[in-house]
Protein backbone atom coordinates (compact mmCIF):
# COMPACT_ATOMS: atom_id res chain seq x y z
CA UNK A 1 0.00 0.00 0.00
CA UNK A 2 1.51 3.65 -1.21
CA UNK A 3 0.51 6.52 0.02
CA UNK A 4 -0.54 9.16 -2.42
CA UNK A 5 1.63 12.13 -1.82
CA UNK A 6 -0.30 15.45 -3.02
CA UNK A 7 0.82 18.07 -5.73
CA UNK A 8 2.86 20.77 -4.25
CA UNK A 9 1.32 23.96 -5.55
CA UNK A 10 4.05 25.70 -7.66
CA UNK A 11 2.79 29.33 -7.88
CA UNK A 12 4.17 31.67 -5.23
CA UNK A 13 0.89 32.76 -3.78
CA UNK A 14 -1.68 29.73 -3.39
CA UNK A 15 -4.75 29.93 -1.12
CA UNK A 16 -6.24 33.55 -1.95
CA UNK A 17 -10.06 33.29 -1.94
CA UNK A 18 -11.21 31.24 -5.15
CA UNK A 19 -11.56 33.73 -7.73
CA UNK A 20 -8.05 35.28 -6.93
CA UNK A 21 -6.76 32.07 -6.68
CA UNK A 22 -7.83 31.45 -10.08
CA UNK A 23 -6.79 34.65 -11.30
CA UNK A 24 -3.30 33.51 -9.70
CA UNK A 25 -2.81 31.07 -12.09
CA UNK A 26 -0.51 33.10 -14.17
CA UNK A 27 2.50 34.40 -12.52
CA UNK A 28 5.68 35.48 -13.48
CA UNK A 29 8.58 32.91 -12.62
CA UNK A 30 12.22 34.64 -13.36
CA UNK A 31 10.87 37.08 -15.75
CA UNK A 32 9.13 34.59 -17.48
CA UNK A 33 5.10 33.87 -17.45
CA UNK A 34 3.88 30.67 -16.23
CA UNK A 35 0.20 29.23 -16.79
CA UNK A 36 -1.21 26.75 -14.39
CA UNK A 37 -4.09 26.06 -16.40
CA UNK A 38 -1.83 25.51 -19.72
CA UNK A 39 -2.96 22.13 -19.55
CA UNK A 40 -5.49 19.30 -18.31
CA UNK A 41 -2.65 18.18 -15.53
CA UNK A 42 -2.54 21.95 -14.34
CA UNK A 43 -5.99 21.94 -14.20
CA UNK A 44 -6.26 18.78 -12.00
CA UNK A 45 -3.45 19.91 -9.22
CA UNK A 46 -5.85 23.27 -9.36
CA UNK A 47 -8.63 21.41 -8.30
CA UNK A 48 -6.70 19.68 -5.96
CA UNK A 49 -5.21 22.18 -4.21
CA UNK A 50 -8.87 23.57 -4.02
CA UNK A 51 -10.65 21.12 -2.74
CA UNK A 52 -12.80 20.76 -5.94
CA UNK A 53 -11.19 17.23 -7.08
CA UNK A 54 -14.18 15.48 -5.88
CA UNK A 55 -16.75 17.65 -7.50
CA UNK A 56 -15.43 18.65 -11.22
CA UNK A 57 -13.73 16.02 -13.54
CA UNK A 58 -10.12 17.47 -14.95
CA UNK A 59 -11.02 17.63 -18.46
CA UNK A 60 -11.07 19.96 -21.24
CA UNK A 61 -14.91 20.93 -20.58
CA UNK A 62 -13.84 22.34 -17.05
CA UNK A 63 -10.41 24.03 -18.40
CA UNK A 64 -12.34 26.09 -20.86
CA UNK A 65 -15.06 26.98 -18.30
CA UNK A 66 -12.35 28.31 -16.10
CA UNK A 67 -10.23 30.26 -18.43
CA UNK A 68 -13.46 31.92 -19.82
CA UNK A 69 -14.22 32.42 -15.78
CA UNK A 70 -10.74 33.88 -15.09
CA UNK A 71 -10.91 36.03 -18.37
CA UNK A 72 -13.93 37.72 -16.91
CA UNK A 73 -13.00 37.84 -13.33
CA UNK A 74 -9.39 39.36 -14.71
CA UNK A 75 -11.14 41.98 -16.65
CA UNK A 76 -13.49 43.03 -14.16
CA UNK A 77 -10.42 43.48 -11.26
CA UNK A 78 -8.53 45.51 -13.77
CA UNK A 79 -11.97 47.63 -14.71
CA UNK A 80 -14.93 46.62 -12.77
CA UNK A 81 -16.93 49.21 -15.09
CA UNK A 82 -16.12 47.01 -18.17
CA UNK A 83 -19.50 45.84 -19.58
CA UNK A 84 -18.32 42.78 -21.64
CA UNK A 85 -16.67 41.81 -18.60
CA UNK A 86 -19.72 42.06 -16.50
CA UNK A 87 -21.54 39.94 -18.85
CA UNK A 88 -18.81 37.82 -19.76
CA UNK A 89 -19.28 36.96 -15.90
CA UNK A 90 -22.70 36.79 -15.79
CA UNK A 91 -22.66 34.44 -18.58
CA UNK A 92 -20.35 31.92 -16.59
CA UNK A 93 -22.81 32.65 -14.05
CA UNK A 94 -25.84 31.55 -15.37
CA UNK A 95 -24.70 28.31 -15.44
CA UNK A 96 -25.66 27.22 -11.73
CA UNK A 97 -27.69 28.23 -9.20
CA UNK A 98 -28.05 28.02 -5.12
CA UNK A 99 -30.62 24.99 -4.49
CA UNK A 100 -31.99 25.88 -1.10
CA UNK A 101 -33.70 23.88 0.47
CA UNK A 102 -34.61 22.38 4.71
CA UNK A 103 -32.80 19.47 5.39
CA UNK A 104 -33.41 17.17 8.75
CA UNK A 105 -30.77 19.10 10.45
CA UNK A 106 -31.86 22.76 9.14
CA UNK A 107 -31.51 24.73 6.24
CA UNK A 108 -29.06 23.42 3.11
CA UNK A 109 -27.53 25.06 0.18
CA UNK A 110 -26.13 23.06 -2.65
CA UNK A 111 -24.60 25.01 -5.95
CA UNK A 112 -25.66 22.94 -8.92
CA UNK A 113 -24.63 23.96 -12.52
CA UNK A 114 -26.19 22.69 -15.58
CA UNK A 115 -23.14 20.56 -16.42
CA UNK A 116 -20.98 19.80 -13.77
CA UNK A 117 -17.64 21.40 -15.64
CA UNK A 118 -19.07 24.34 -14.81
CA UNK A 119 -18.88 23.97 -11.14
CA UNK A 120 -15.32 25.78 -9.99
CA UNK A 121 -15.70 28.12 -12.90
CA UNK A 122 -19.33 29.48 -11.19
CA UNK A 123 -18.25 28.89 -7.38
CA UNK A 124 -14.80 31.32 -8.66
CA UNK A 125 -17.45 33.88 -10.11
CA UNK A 126 -19.65 33.84 -7.27
CA UNK A 127 -16.86 34.24 -4.74
CA UNK A 128 -16.04 37.10 -7.12
CA UNK A 129 -19.26 39.00 -6.32
CA UNK A 130 -18.80 37.87 -2.58
CA UNK A 131 -15.90 40.11 -2.50
CA UNK A 132 -17.55 42.71 -4.14
CA UNK A 133 -20.45 42.36 -1.74
CA UNK A 134 -18.16 42.76 1.21
CA UNK A 135 -15.44 45.15 0.71
CA UNK A 136 -14.59 45.75 -2.85
CA UNK A 137 -11.79 47.98 -2.13
CA UNK A 138 -9.56 44.90 -0.83
CA UNK A 139 -9.58 43.16 -4.00
CA UNK A 140 -5.86 44.04 -4.81
CA UNK A 141 -3.04 43.67 -7.65
CA UNK A 142 -0.06 43.70 -6.38
CA UNK A 143 1.85 47.49 -6.56
CA UNK A 144 5.21 45.47 -8.14
CA UNK A 145 5.16 46.31 -11.85
CA UNK A 146 6.42 42.58 -13.21
CA UNK A 147 3.47 41.12 -10.65
CA UNK A 148 0.73 40.13 -12.30
CA UNK A 149 -1.14 38.42 -9.16
CA UNK A 150 -3.86 39.60 -6.92
CA UNK A 151 -4.97 39.31 -3.37
CA UNK A 152 -7.15 39.88 -0.88
CA UNK A 153 -6.26 42.55 1.55
CA UNK A 154 -7.13 41.12 4.98
CA UNK A 155 -4.42 43.83 6.50
CA UNK A 156 -5.93 45.15 9.55
CA UNK A 157 -5.84 48.73 8.20
CA UNK A 158 -6.38 47.75 4.47
CA UNK A 159 -2.59 49.33 3.07
CA UNK A 160 -1.23 46.23 1.82
CA UNK A 161 0.32 46.73 -1.22
CA UNK A 162 2.46 43.54 -2.65
CA UNK A 163 1.45 40.49 -2.70
CA UNK A 164 4.10 39.16 -0.31
CA UNK A 165 6.96 41.26 1.48
CA UNK A 166 9.22 38.23 1.19
CA UNK A 167 9.48 38.48 -2.77
CA UNK A 168 7.22 41.97 -4.39
CA UNK A 169 8.07 43.80 -1.23
CA UNK A 170 11.44 43.26 -0.34
CA UNK A 171 12.55 44.11 -4.35
CA UNK A 172 10.44 46.84 -4.26
CA UNK A 173 12.87 47.60 -0.85
CA UNK A 174 16.10 46.72 -2.49
CA UNK A 175 15.90 48.87 -5.45
CA UNK A 176 14.79 51.72 -3.81
CA UNK A 177 17.85 51.30 -1.22
CA UNK A 178 19.71 50.76 -4.38
CA UNK A 179 18.55 53.79 -6.18
CA UNK A 180 19.40 56.10 -2.86
CA UNK A 181 22.83 54.77 -2.70
CA UNK A 182 24.18 55.40 -6.72
CA UNK A 183 25.50 58.43 -7.70
CA UNK A 184 23.60 60.56 -9.87
Known sequence: MSLQVPPRDPRPLPGE??????????????GSPRDLLDSVAGLAAWLEFNGLADRAGADRATLDALLTARAAIGRLVDDRDDPQARTALNAVLAHGWIDRRLGPD???DEVRTDDPGWLPAWQAAADYLRLLAEAPERIRSCAHPDCVLHFHDISKNGTRR????????NRAKA??????GKPS
Open 17 to 30: PLSLDLLNTRWNSG
Open 106 to 108: GPV
Open 162 to 169: WCSMASCG
Open 175 to 180: SRHYAR
